[in-house]
């Protein structure tokens, strides 16, 4: 844990940042580790952990995120338009932004995520789901936040 905290400004593939900046790919690994290691932090590296993810989801959000639900892809990372979707949707599901589950990072969850995560589901569902990342970002969103299938059934979401 010590170690993941201390590389977070190093670059890709020894650190967090890839050019300098963050991408969805690693932002998800990143999480995950915290996720695995966090009954193991003493309460400091929780809150140094708590403050990293959440600036991870609003870079994810700010950064990455179309009005219309879509991830950009970043084709300097190998990344394709299917990748993209399932790493960003992978990201907002650990950090329990997109989650019916409370985060296991933070008391309470995000009430405005809703909206966001429903238009992520829908533009999941309007595109190919023959690709196997496209099929897997939507299968893990409906996973972890069904509201969204209800909503976008009942012509709302």
């Not at 991830?71 to 399932?86: C, I, L, M, N, T």
């Not at 595109?127 to 996973?143: D, F, G, T, V, Y």
Request: net charge negative.
């Amino acid at each position: 844990i010590s170690t993941l905290l201390a590389i977070r400004d190093e670059e890709y593939p020894f650190g967090w940042r890839f050019h300098g900046r963050m991408n969805n790919h690693n932002a998800y690994d990143v999480i995950r580790l915290m996720k695995l290691g966090w009954p193991h932090m003493d309460a400091a590296q929780q809150a140094e952990t708590a403050v990293a993810i959440e600036a991870l989801v609003r870079t994810s959000l700010r950064d990455s995120l179309s009005p219309e639900g879509v991830f950009a892809a970043d084709p300097e990372f190998s990344s394709s338009v299917a990748d993209a979707q399932y790493y960003g949707v992978s990201v907002l599901t650990e950090a329990g932004y997109c989650s019916t589950e409370p985060p296991f990072w933070k008391a309470g969850g995000w009430p405005d995520a809703g909206p966001t995560c429903c238009r992520i589901a829908s533009s999941l569902r309007a595109a190919n789901q023959s690709i196997p990342a496209m099929a897997a970002a939507l299968h893990r969103l409906e996973k972890h936040y069904p509201g969204c299938a209800e909503a976008t059934a009942a012509g709302s979401g």
